[in-house]
């Protein structure tokens, strides 16, 4: 069996924050499969997240002062944070819809 790694310019943004939010090192895992030195079948994946983890852009803006302030496709976002919370009842959860006039569905 050949596996072929299809890589997007955000997986580099994503997978750490999936990583972080269940708490798995799974590039550490990718990594020793693509060395050959395990095969995926040897971990044992065991992913852990109470509550939901929210993944919001982080805007320097005032580090950056001579920089078109017009969000484009790139965004001129400059890192991301995860906010752990346990239920959408979260004070914090609620400012942070209010500000990005999030959605949610069922």
Avoid: C, H
Avoid at 3 to 27: D, N
Avoid at 69 to 84: A, D, Q, R, V
């Amino acid at each position: 069996m050949t596996w072929y790694i299809s890589l997007k310019p955000r997986a580099s943004r994503t997978v750490p924050f999936i990583a972080k939010a269940y708490g798995e090192p799974y590039v550490n895992y990718a990594t020793k499969v693509m060395l050959g030195e395990k095969k995926v079948s040897d971990f044992n994946f065991n992913p852990q997240l109470e509550g939901f983890a929210i993944k919001q852009p982080v805007f320097s803006f005032n580090k950056f002062p001579n920089v078109n302030k017009n969000l484009g496709p790139e965004m001129k976002s400059t890192g991301e944070s995860i906010l752990f919370i346990d239920n959408l009842k979260d004070d914090q959860f609620y400012e942070l819809y209010s500000k990005r006039k999030m959605y949610l569905s069922k």
